[in-house]
């Protein structure tokens, strides 16, 4: 199942780690283009991709709101990845 959210979002960075352990607990998993297809699209639960950028202003808006939302939903696990290093990622799944 491929659940995606798709806009140019930079966020607060505290609140983030990368992990390659894929946690589908409400939390945020900074993610690169390699572990894509095994953290989301093979994922067996929701997953909400937050493709963004840190120069784009309403990503640094909307990110926040989406990790929020995600951390109180346990079921749903939010990836976070980097347009500008997975360019190739993003637009193959926009």
Known sequence: ??????????VARPALFH???VARDGRVL??????????????????IVDFYAHWCDP??????????????????TMARLNVDEAADVASKYK
């Open 19 to 21: 992990t390659t352990r």
């Open 1 to 10: 199942m491929l659940n995606t959210s798709i806009h140019c979002a930079g």
């Open 59 to 76: 990503c640094k808006v909307l990110g926040p709101i989406l990790a929020k939302s995600v951390a109180e939903n346990k079921k749903v």
């Open 30 to 47: 900074e993610i690169k283009k390699e572990e894509f297809e095994e953290i989301v699209v093979k994922a067996k639960q929701p997953v």
